[in-house]
């Protein structure tokens, strides 16, 4: 009788699975040892951004409803209106505080900062666009800091309005503000009588923005100071 040796030939998809059928079955307690730990792996990940998106939800949804609750004290007289504003930047500020991604992390510091500023609460205003500015997007923040100075002017606070207007020059130098920002800073040094600063900053106005409703300006200004320079030499 002849003894025939059949040999079969498997691709290396077919080879590839066979392998592995081949390793599982030798080591089958690690094999499953390893789909337990996926298992819960992939539940605990899966359970995580079910948290995540109702906590965004939830807070959003509150910090909203507190904003809309202040918004109907039109009817309110002023002493209530008062009363009714303080509690609701405590409640707004209590959800922001507990809040570390998604929409009021992002925003929630800049919309009280803006309850202040529009009630004419200018320090309180100051505090809370410097926290915002660290929590917003680079777009808002450069805004934020903006505001800040704005406010401090309001106040008569130089110096503080120059400290934000100069570190917005400094981290966002390349916002869609820089123009004004440039140009306010150098409106901050002249207040001062730093006349030589405050021309820089004109100057810079109308080289990087030679566009900008603020070149005209600043290059009036630093004309101007240009002549109180000169007398007093």
Known sequence: MIDRQVSVKRNIVEQTLMNVRDYIRAHQSIVVKITIVS?????????????????????????????????????????????????TVMKLQSIADSSYFGYVHNNGYYIIASLYFNEKDYSNAAKYYE??????????????????????????NIDEALRYYLLCESKYNTSYNSDQILFN??????????????????????????????????MQYGMFLGAIESRQK
């Open 39 to 87: 298992g819960i792996v992939l539940f605990v990940i899966i359970a995580g951004i079910v948290f995540f998106d109702y906590k965004i939800n939830k807070e959003t949804s509150d910090f909203e409803a507190v904003l809309e609750e202040y918004r109907n004290t039109y009817t309110l007289d002023e002493i209530q209106k008062q009363e009714k504003f303080e509690r």
């Open 131 to 156: 926290k915002a500015y660290r929590h917003c997007s680079p777009l808002f923040a450069a805004l934020a800091l903006q505001q800040a100075g704005i406010a401090c002017e309001y106040i008569n």
């Open 185 to 218: 800073i150098g409106r901050m040094y002249s207040l001062k009588g730093e006349y030589f600063k405050a021309r820089e900053y004109y100057t810079k106005v109308t080289v990087e923005f030679p566009q900008s409703v603020f070149a005209k300006r600043a």
